[in-house]
């Protein structure tokens, strides 16, 4: 089963910057769009942004000129660069895999990681 492993979360002040990776374990062949959501206390889960296999992003109104999401398909993996943060970012950061296909191929959609916390705080 694949398993999407996901680092960088923590603790930073205001104006501060963090980036998020995820990588997807296992034997894999191909991965289509990756995205990246988050979920603050009492809302519900939102999409940041997104990145297909081709290098196509898009972002939310509040976070674009401050988030840039990357990806590495050598690696498996994908990143966000988060700058200029606002305690409003505050949030658990989920990363998704639209679809995961391994080498055996067997395919995986809409694959989630566990989640990494983000606090933004003074």
């Known amino acids: 089963q694949v398993q999407l492993v996901e680092s960088g979360g923590g603790l930073v002040q205001p104006g501060g910057s963090l980036r998020l990776s995820c990588t997807a374990s296992g034997s894999i062949f191909s991965i289509n769009t990756m995205g990246w959501y988050r979920q603050a206390p009492g809302k519900e889960r939102e999409l940041v942004g997104s990145i297909t296999d081709g290098g196509t992003t898009t972002y939310a109104a509040s976070v674009k000129d401050r988030f840039t999401i990357s990806r590495d398909n050598a690696k498996n993996t994908v990143y966000m660069q988060m700058n200029s943060l606002k305690p409003e970012d505050t949030a658990v950061y989920y990363c998704?895999?639209?679809?995961?296909?391994?080498?055996?191929?067997?395919?995986?959609?809409?694959?989630w990681g566990q989640g990494t916390q983000v606090t933004v705080s003074s």
């Open positions: 998704n895999a639209d679809r995961v296909v391994f080498t055996s191929r067997s395919a995986y959609d809409n694959v």
